[in-house]
């Protein structure tokens, strides 16, 4: 089955001169179809070619498959040991040979190849592009639509990004992105180009004979990155691209393509990578396997969370992933675009609560790039704001690697911990939308600058009493003998790739701090791998508290342990830290008050809804006015 992401971009051809008012809208659709009769086998570890032909050989003829082939790949990865093969397997005998390779005890698992086809529809219109979000909108009540929409402030007005994140101050210490690899997965790049001064390699994974972009896609971010032409200055003028070319001039990928493409780029020891795929097909295990392994190897992930908004549990894989950078779209009045994906993710629901996303936001509207062959164009969409992040964390990077004398190491954990502790929180916007805020280039140099191996926590506080922030939490309290209420925390852990939970305690406050009130549940994951993990605290009320309203505190203490990253030290490292916890209790409210479950009148949500339950909706057919314990009793227990 075909499942589609509907992306919507905003193209404005405008060149520098030139600020036309006819808006060109491009929409970008990603859809993906199994490849028949072809698999991909992962091996559990890195094999040269003719070991793993022996492997596949041996499965399939000891089961007496006889008709099958390997694909031949050809590529920059081609000549380095590889964890995967593409097995072309016969109709007759696909099911025999399918069994006959998982059963392998070195194969690790066996997928479909996917094909990927990106499609870009131009659309005129004069009128400002969030109207068309608007339309698609339509069905949804008014009020909502106006929170997210305000057409005035929302128009897109190109500006200088790098004028606008203050980036001269880091320049001027000559922190210009200098020694950072940044790899750009796209549909290639010309050889040269008059804004791009370092474009280190170019790499071929598809069949085509060029290496060149030819729809200004790539062309575009490659621009935001590195661009050092003054009309559309990029954040990082002196990292070095490293071009992927994964898509043809059709737009057509395949799982494979990305997989060595992916390998390569852990080869190449990149630091930076932004992925220029997103959506609910590639929660395919050998895509999220090997984002795992980029992490893992240090590469630092940087993905949009998708351009689904505004409504919630939108996020596209792998922006939603604990390991990746997930980042979201602002406006230049600081508005969350309409468009921009909101949280919570949705793959751990039905049988557990989802996590904040996006981890924090930036401009993606009407940001200038480079233009195809020259000059400038401005683009909107999170995808416009994913590679202002990856250009940003060029740039933080290259303040210090390279440089032996710096003691902080930059990793995915330390580069995700320095983003969101020194992003400015916007105000009246709940965190399933900006996740830690607005991205603070300075703020964050100095977080990195000051750096200590450390364990954060996201959020870093529980006040569910606290609107909007805390939304829709902080509009319902607690009370004896409701549903617990969870909110799962995701764990970074700076000490390391691996990591566990060596101590967690709760720590009620008592007396006038009523921390004796709630009861807290804590489930954790058993190991933090790769960076992160993840810390769920389920709230309920004691008896004793049944008819007692106020709020109670206390703060929950985490300590994470990892395995020394210096080989001289054997002893392991250890970081603790605290997440203050706030909640508001109150009596449990008469039975003719209160809403019950009703499991007939329950509906199987399509995956990724995220259930609003507004007791008030008429117009939603998926509101079922209150059926979700996220949201249950949200109107009666304020
Ligand atoms: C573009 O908009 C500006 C003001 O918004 C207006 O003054 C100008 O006439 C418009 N140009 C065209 C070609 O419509
Ligand atoms: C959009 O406008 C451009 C000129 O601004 C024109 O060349 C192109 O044909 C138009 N496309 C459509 C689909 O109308
Ligand atoms: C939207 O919902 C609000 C209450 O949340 C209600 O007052 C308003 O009338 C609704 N508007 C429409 C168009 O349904
Ligand atoms: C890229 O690789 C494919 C397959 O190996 C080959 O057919 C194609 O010519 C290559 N393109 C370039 C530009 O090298
Ligand atoms: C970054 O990722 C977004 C989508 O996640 C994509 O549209 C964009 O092309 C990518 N940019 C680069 C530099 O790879
Ligand atoms: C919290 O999130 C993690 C990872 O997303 C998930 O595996 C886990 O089940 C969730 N925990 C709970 C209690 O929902
Ligand atoms: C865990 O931490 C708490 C307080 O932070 C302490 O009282 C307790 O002894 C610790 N437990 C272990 C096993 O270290």
Redesign the pocket.
């Known amino acids: 089955m075909n499942l589609v992401l509907a992306l919507l971009l905003l193209l404005s051809?405008v060149s520098s001169e030139d600020l036309s008012n006819?808006t060109?809208t491009v929409k970008v659709q990603f859809t993906s179809r199994v490849v028949e009769n072809e698999y991909i086998v992962v091996f559990k570890g890195y094999y040269k070619p003719s070991t793993r032909q022996s492997y596949i050989s041996a499965a399939l003829t000891n089961s007496g498959v006889a008709d099958w082939r390997i694909l031949k790949r050809e590529n920059a990865a081609s000549e380095h040991p590889s964890d995967f093969d593409v097995v072309l397997l016969k109709e007759t005998q696909k099911y025999t040979g399918l069994d006959a390779l998982t059963e392998h005890p070195l194969v690790k698992r066996v997928t479909p190849q996917r094909l990927v086809y990106r499609t870009l529809n131009?659309?005129?219109s004069t009128e400002d592009g969030e109207k068309v979000f608007r339309r698609k909108m339509k069905n949804l009540n008014e009020s909502w639509a106006n929170r997210h929409t305000n057409r005035r402030l929302l128009r897109a007005i190109p500006k200088q990004i790098t004028s606008v994140l203050q980036v001269d101050a880091l320049w001027k210490l000559r922190v210009t992105g200098q020694n950072v690899k940044v790899a750009v997965f796209d549909t290639g790049l010309a050889a040269s180009h008059p804004h791009l001064k370092n474009i280190k390699e170019r790499t071929n994974w598809t069949n085509e004979k060029s290496l060149s972009d030819t729809l200004g896609h790539g062309t575009f971010v490659a621009g935001v990155i590195a661009s050092s032409s003054k009309e559309c200055l990029g954040l990082a003028p002196d990292a070095e691209l490293h071009i992927f070319r994964v898509f043809t001039n059709e737009q057509v990928s395949y799982t494979s393509w990305f997989l060595d493409a992916f390998n390569y780029a852990i080869l190449s020891k990149i630091t930076v990578l932004n992925l220029s795929i997103g959506g609910p097909d590639f929660m395919d295990h050998p895509f999220v396997d090997k984002v795992w392994e980029l992490t893992a190897n240090g590469v630092i992930m940087v993905s949009a969370t998708g351009n689904d908004g505004p409504l919630y549990g939108t996020h596209n894989n792998p922006a939603d992933q604990m390991d990746v950078i997930g980042v979201g779209g602002i406006n230049w009045a600081d508005k969350i675009a309409s468009f921009s994906s909101r949280g919570m993710t949705t793959w751990e629901l039905p049988n557990g609560y989802g996590r904040v996303k996006p981890d924090l936001v930036t401009y993606g509207s009407g940001v200038r790039g480079s233009a195809l062959k020259t000059g400038c164009q401005s683009l909107s969409g999170t995808s416009v704001a994913s590679p202002v992040v990856a250009g940003a964390v060029a740039l933080l990077a290259s303040g210090f690697v390279g440089d032996l004398t710096q003691k902080t190491r930059i990793t995915p954990a330390s580069m995700k911990q320095a983003l969101l502790s020194s992003a400015r929180r916007l105000p009246g916007v709940g965190m399933f939308e900006q996740g830690a805020g607005k991205l603070d280039l300075l703020r964050a140099f100095y977080f990195l600058r000051h750096y200590i191996p450390q364990v954060t926590l996201s959020p870093s506080y529980v006040d569910l009493t606290e609107c909007m922030y805390m939304w829709p939490y902080c509009t319902q309290a607690i009370y004896y003998s409701g549903m617990p209420t969870v909110v799962n925390v995701t764990i970074i852990n700076g000490l390391g790739v691996s990591g566990h939970v060596a101590n967690v305690t709760w720590h009620p406050y008592l007396g006038e701090g009523y921390g004796e009130k709630v009861d807290v549940a804590l489930t954790f994951s058993d190991v933090l791998w790769p960076w992160s993990g993840w810390l769920a605290v389920a709230l309920t009320v004691p008896k004793a508290a049944a008819g007692w309203q106020g709020v109670a505190h206390g703060h929950i203490s985490l300590t994470v342990e990892s395995p020394s990253q210096d080989d001289q030290d054997t002893e392991a490292v250890r970081s603790t830290i605290n997440l203050p916890l706030k909640v508001k209790v109150i009596p449990t409210p008469p039975r003719h008050k209160r809403l019950l479950w009703d499991q007939f009148h329950n509906l199987r949500y399509p995956p990724g809804y995220f259930p609003r339950d507004d007791l008030l909706a008429k117009n939603d057919p998926l509101d079922w006015n209150g059926d979700h314990i996220h949201t249950n009793f949200k109107e009666i227990s304020k």
């Open positions: 051809n006819v060109s131009y659309v005129n």
